[in-house]
């Protein structure tokens, strides 16, 4: 067993609505529990920003799973890289809407981490994305 972090971005359909990111939250729960998957998706802009923490067998399949997701394309693998411990260990999958926080605080959190006012996760290194969902998790409390 080996404990793993994996960042991807994609870019939603679309089409896409809630009652399909109540779908994503609801199956993310369901299927990372039993494996021991944690992690933080980020949604906004159109684009989605996912943390998956874990064993690497496991993230490595969940990962695939997403990927053929009809729901989002163009997904971009960011970082996948062995961790001595997690970040996000505390949700099986925590769902962040960024249209339902602060406009304000939502947009520096985007300019300290990106040259881009709205979520921009393509044009942002690993080490950036990490920092922004960080920052991000901040604002739920
Ligand atoms: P089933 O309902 O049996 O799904 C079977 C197939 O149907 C899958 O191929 C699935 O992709 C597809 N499907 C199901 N519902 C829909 C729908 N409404 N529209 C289009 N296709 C559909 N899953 C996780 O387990 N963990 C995660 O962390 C996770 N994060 C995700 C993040 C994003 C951005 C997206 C788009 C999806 C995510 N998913 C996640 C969902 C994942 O892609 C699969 O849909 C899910 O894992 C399938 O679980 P299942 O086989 O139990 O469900």
């Given at each position: 067993?080996?404990l793993?972090?994996?960042?991807y971005?994609?870019?939603?359909i679309?089409?896409?609505?809630?009652?399909?990111?109540?779908?994503?939250?609801e199956?993310?729960?369901?299927?990372n529990?039993?494996?021991?998957?944690t992690?933080?998706?980020?949604?906004?802009?159109?684009?989605?920003?996912q943390?998956?923490?874990?064993?690497?067998?496991h993230?490595?399949?969940?990962?695939?799973?997403?990927?053929n997701?009809?729901r989002h394309?163009?997904t971009?693998?960011?970082?996948?890289?062995?961790?001595?411990?997690?970040?996000?260990g505390?949700?099986s999958?925590k769902?962040?809407q960024?249209?339902?926080?602060?406009?304000?605080k939502?947009?520096?959190i985007?300019?300290?981490?990106?040259?881009?006012?709205?979520?921009?996760?393509?044009?942002?290194?690993a080490?950036?994305?990490?920092n922004?969902?960080?920052?991000?998790?901040?604002?739920?409390?």
């Amino acid at each position: 067993m080996s404990l793993c972090r994996l960042i991807y971005c994609s870019q939603a359909i679309p089409e896409l609505t809630y009652a399909d990111l109540k779908d994503i939250m609801e199956k993310s729960e369901k299927n990372n529990t039993p494996v021991g998957i944690t992690g933080m998706l980020c949604y906004g802009n159109s684009m989605f920003l996912q943390i998956l923490e874990g064993d690497r067998k496991h993230v490595s399949r969940t990962y695939s799973r997403i990927a053929n997701d009809k729901r989002h394309f163009n997904t971009e693998l960011i970082d996948f890289s062995e961790v001595e411990s997690r970040i996000f260990g505390e949700w099986s999958m925590k769902v962040v809407q960024l249209g339902a926080y602060s406009p304000e605080k939502v947009r520096n959190i985007n300019m300290k981490y990106s040259t881009s006012t709205a979520l921009d996760p393509v044009s942002m290194n690993a080490k950036q994305c990490l920092n922004f969902m960080i920052e991000l998790r901040s604002l739920l409390n």
